[in-house]
Structures are given as structure tokens and as C-alpha cells.
């Protein structure tokens, strides 16, 4: 009963009987910090390492737990502590391209059902990036909800209600305040028993707040945001995983400063008008440019949809090309790297 109440399901029961894991026993990660792990199971939470087996195989940092994984573990005896020897598939996985320079991908978290994407409701609220971040969560296979706190800083929430709506249709959006208490139970459907949402958002928007008002207990710490330019302040540092009294799962997240896409599949969910009404332009590979007969354009031109979602759908397809020409460049140099390193081995073995 307490996997179930950690969000194990049938998927995760099919995927486990399907493969014969004698002596080993399923376990949630619920937090993770580099290469140190907390996983929870039947008798509770346990530090946990994963095996040499499993790191030697992981082909990249996405191929190791995440926190919201469901893992294979035993528990060694007498030590008080689990080893990690293989992952479950996910049912959903959310990533992002990794900060910096670098190419590669950067799971947050995993199997989620629900993304609370907060935003505060100051300088913090800004549409372009309630964009960007859904044209990753659409496709990540969990539901996004827009959760716009600190209402009680606010005068008029109903007009930032309209914005938000305009550049995220068909998500719901609610407005609370975590610090007072208004609005919060409007979540509650989110949180029923074994759904796992997860906390997204930039620094100093009230993860951490909104965490105690639903554990009803200070477990999280929490930072003021800088009074000069309302910015918000680290105060979780790593992801965290918590059960809740009416049975939910939360996961904390860090705040983040920059967020990239990863893949392209949620784009067009994110912009579904758009989509929908190159449908009815002239020409099938209408650049919505200076075409005749274009019907986003027309839109635009009538009032029917804000040329600031084109722009926005456009800037953030330039993004996702421009890194998916980087990942088959990476691909290509991580292929030359694997088969130096099997032509050496090879060489090593003839020698003796």
C-alpha cells in the first residue's frame, strides 16, 4: 500500500512483472544530489548509490535516475542503505537542453502526471515564457496547470488572468496566494491520491511557500525576493520529492534562470492556432510572410491573435533547428569517440 501512495500503478506493476528481478524490490527516487540518492520503499527511506553495472552502461546523464523514477533496488543488510541496479521505464519525462554551451539533455524530473508552472505576480509574469515552457511540457506526456501566485501583491489578477489565458490555451490557470491561503484549494483536484505534480518556475516565485501551506508544516526554506527588482532568490537547491496529507506526491524543483527546449514535439501544441490556421492558407508551405491568401496573417490583421505568439513560435522553432543541427553534430563526435575507444580494446586483446 505505501508504493501506491508513492504513485505506483499498473504501468509500473506491468513494466516490473515483465522482467525477472529476483531478489530486488521497486523503490521511488525521491531525491537526488550528483551521485547521492534518496529512494523510498516498502520499509521506508533509504540513502542509495546506483551499481558500477549501471553507471559503466549509462550511455549519458539521462540514462541515470531522476528523481521521480522508479528504480530496482535491494537493501544491504545491515547498513541502512540501497543499491540502485536498473531503472523502469518512465511513463513521463520532463527535460530541458542543459545550461550552457553544451548539448545535451537535462531530465528534471519523471513520471509526473500534473505541472504546476508558477509565476508570480510582479515582475516575474511574463507570456514569452509561459510559451517556452509549454512547448516542452506538452510534450513531456504530464498536464500543465499555470499557477499564478502572490495575488495578495497584486491589485488587478483578473487582467493577468487575460494575458496568461491569450499565450496558453486550454490551460487552466488559477490565482493564489500561498502566503495568505487564498485560492490554494482550487489545487486540491490536482492532489488527489498517487498523482505526482511537480513545482516549476523561476526563483522567488513561492514553490517553497506554497510546499508548506500544503504539508502544513515549514520543511522547505524559504528566501525573500530582492526588493529593487523583485528577482527571485535560491532557496531550494536540489529536487525533492514529498508525499502529502491527502495523498498527492509534490516535487520541489529548484528556481531556473534559463530554460532551453530539448525537443520540437511540443511545439506545436503550445501554438496549436497557429497550426490550425495554416490549415487554411493558400499555399501549403505558407511561410505567413507576404504569401497572398494567408490566414495567420488575416488573424493577426483582425484581431483575432496577437502577432506577438507568431514572433514567439517563430524565435522558438530558429531555437529548436539550431540545436538539433548541435545534437547531430554531438551524436556524430560521441559514435567517433565509442568506436576509438572499441578499436583500442580490440588492440589491447590482439597484443595479449
Known sequence: MYLHALGWNSFFQSHWSSESRD???????????????????????????????LRHTATDASTLPAVGDWVAINIVSGEEKAVIHS?????????????????????????????????????????????????????????????????????????????????????????????????????????????????????????????????????????????????????????????????????????????????AAGLDDAFEEIGQLAELCRFRDCGHESEPGCAVKLAIADGTMDAQRLSSFRKLKRELDYNDRKKDVAAQLELKRRWKQIHKAQRRKARN
Not at 23 to 50: F, N, S
Not at 87 to 116: C, H, M, W, Y
Open 87 to 263: 531503472i523502469l521505464p518512465r511513463r513521463t519525462t520532463l527535460s530541458r537542453k542543459e545550461a550552457g554551451k553544451r548539448t545535451a539533455e537535462q531530465i528534471l524530473v519523471t513520471n509526473v502526471d500534473t505541472v504546476f508552472l508558477m509565476m508570480s505576480l510582479n515582475a516575474d509574469l511574463n507570456p514569452r515564457r509561459i510559451e517556452r515552457y509549454l512547448g516542452t511540457l506538452w510534450e513531456s506526456g504530464a498536464c500543465p496547470v499555470i499557477v499564478l501566485s502572490k495575488s495578495d501583491l497584486c491589485l488587478d489578477p483578473s487582467a493577468a488572468v487575460s494575458e496568461i489565458g491569450a499565450a496558453a490555451p486550454g490551460v487552466d490557470v488559477h490565482v493564489i496566494s500561498a502566503a495568505t491561503g487564498t485560492g490554494v484549494d482550487s489545487l486540491e483536484p490536482y492532489l488527489g491520491p498517487g498523482n505526482t505534480v511537480v513545482l516549476l518556475g523561476s526563483s522567488g516565485v513561492g514553490k517553497s511557500t506554497l510546499i508548506n501551506c500544503l504539508l502544513k508544516a515549514e520543511v522547505q526554506k524559504t528566501v525573500e525576493v530582492r526588493t529593487h527588482d523583485d528577482r527571485g532568490r535560491h532557496a531550494t537547491t536540489y529536487r525533492r520529492l514529498f508525499s502529502l496529507p491527502a495523498g498527492g506526491i509534490l516535487i520541489d524543483t529548484p528556481g531556473m534562470r534559463e530554460f532551453q527546449l530539448w525537443d
Open 23 to 53: 531478489g530486488l524490490e521497486p523503490a521511488r527516487v525521491v531525491e537526488g544530489q550528483r551521485d547521492a540518492y534518496r529512494v523510498a520503499c516498502e520499509v521506508g527511506e533509504l540513502p542509495a548509490e546506483i551499481t558500477g553495472r
